[in-house]
T-cell receptor
């Protein structure tokens, strides 16, 4: 069982679609993260929210739009994606002081 | 700039000991973490070193030398289930972001 829950597990979308990825945690961690991972590559940081405020945006294209409605939820809104955006999108929550992040199982996105 | 280097592949036999090295370059360094990821799974946390020295957790140990910008993960009594990718990651910056190395694919042979 994972303490960070991501939905959907799989998503296929066209380049003109709008969709959202959702992440939920109830561990009380105040830092939440979105990472993107391609096959055989390391997770790449996209966004960091600290106390529900966006603290890092790693120059991610505007077709990815994060949202943190409250301390338990993190969304990633997707619009006009490209096929090269196909990847595993990982949400994580953790204590920024300990280097310990709890990852969800990820949402595997395919853009056609 | 920021970088982490670790070997791309390591192979060992069951019962053996293996060490995965990691060298890093960054400013605002807080500590070094290690994560394990099985194919199709999520990264799972193994250890974190903020200070120099060795941290031991069961069969796994992690070492950090801040002066050498170097760390390693030591896996003892290898089991088949230890076959996975292992990532070192440093915690850095004012927002304490975690940046991952390229990963080491460990294969444990019977």
């Amino acid at each position: 069982d994972t303490e960070v829950t991501q939905t959907p597990k799989h998503l296929v979308m066209g380049m003109t679609n709008k969709k959202s990825l959702k992440c939920e945690q109830h561990m009380g961690h105040r830092a939440m993260y979105w990472y993107k991972q391609k096959a055989k590559k390391p997770p790449e940081l996209m966004f960091v929210y600290s106390y529900e405020k966006l603290s890092i945006n790693e120059s991610v294209p505007s077709r990815f739009s994060p949202e943190c409605p409250n301390s338990s939820l993190l969304n990633l809104h997707l619009h006009a994606l490209q096929p090269e955006d196909s990847a595993l999108y990982l949400c994580a929550a953790g204590d920024a002081n300990t280097g310990e992040l709890f990852f969800g199982e990820g949402s595997r996105l395919t853009v056609l | 700039g920021q970088s982490l280097e670790q070997p791309s592949e390591v192979t060992a036999v069951e019962g053996a000991i293996v060490q995965i090295n990691c060298t890093y370059q960054t400013s605002g360094f807080y500590g070094l973490s290690w994560y394990q990821q099985h194919d199709g799974g999520a990264p799972t946390f193994l250890s974190y070193n903020a200070l120099d020295g060795l941290e031991e957790t069961g069969r796994f140990s992690s070492f950090l030398s801040r002066s050498d910008s170097y760390g390693y993960l030591l896996l003892q009594e290898l089991q088949m289930k230890d076959s996975a990718s292992y990532f070192c990651a440093f915690l850095s910056g004012s927002a304490r972001q975690l940046t991952f190395g390229s990963g080491t694919q460990l294969t444990v042979l019977p």
